[in-house]
């Protein structure tokens, strides 16, 4: 005999816009430690907290829990495992894709200064407005 509350789908959500910790918990059908490692383990699980501290799910982080429990508790899924899968899916990549480039490069803005003579005309175009203002 199974849970009720390990049997929850994503329609059966309450439509809130947070819910804390023991809420999250008690709808996925596991500990809240359990859930507090998860948040270490899946980029997925993301909660805010409040002023005084608490954990505050969305619903996306409420369905990602639901998913996570899925593949590790029904699919037989490892916690690495899970973290691919999920990361795979997250970012399918396009097939028309650029080729990566393998050094970062700056763009042209921050490596190559303007010539003397043009900031000498952006000076001389900012004192003209600094002149009409006063």
């Not at 999920?86 to 990549?93: C, D």
Request: glycine share 4%; no cysteine.
């Amino acid at each position: 005999m199974t849970d009720p509350a390990a049997q929850t789908s994503v329609e059966e959500i309450p439509d809130k816009l947070y819910f804390r910790i023991g809420e999250v918990s008690r709808l996925a059908g596991i500990k809240p430690y359990v859930l507090r490692f998860w948040e270490t383990e899946f980029a997925a699980i993301m909660p805010r907290k409040s002023g005084t501290g608490h954990r505050l799910y969305r619903r996306k982080d409420v369905e990602a829990v639901l998913e996570i429990k899925r593949l590790l508790y029904d699919k037989r899924f490892t916690i690495e495992g899970a973290r691919k899968f999920l990361e795979g899916r997250a970012k399918p990549a396009p097939s028309h894709a650029p080729a990566r480039k393998t050094e970062r490069q700056q763009p042209a803005l921050f490596t190559e200064f303007p010539p003397a003579e043009a900031l000498n005309d952006i000076r001389r175009e900012l004192r003209e407005i600094l002149d009409l203002l006063q």
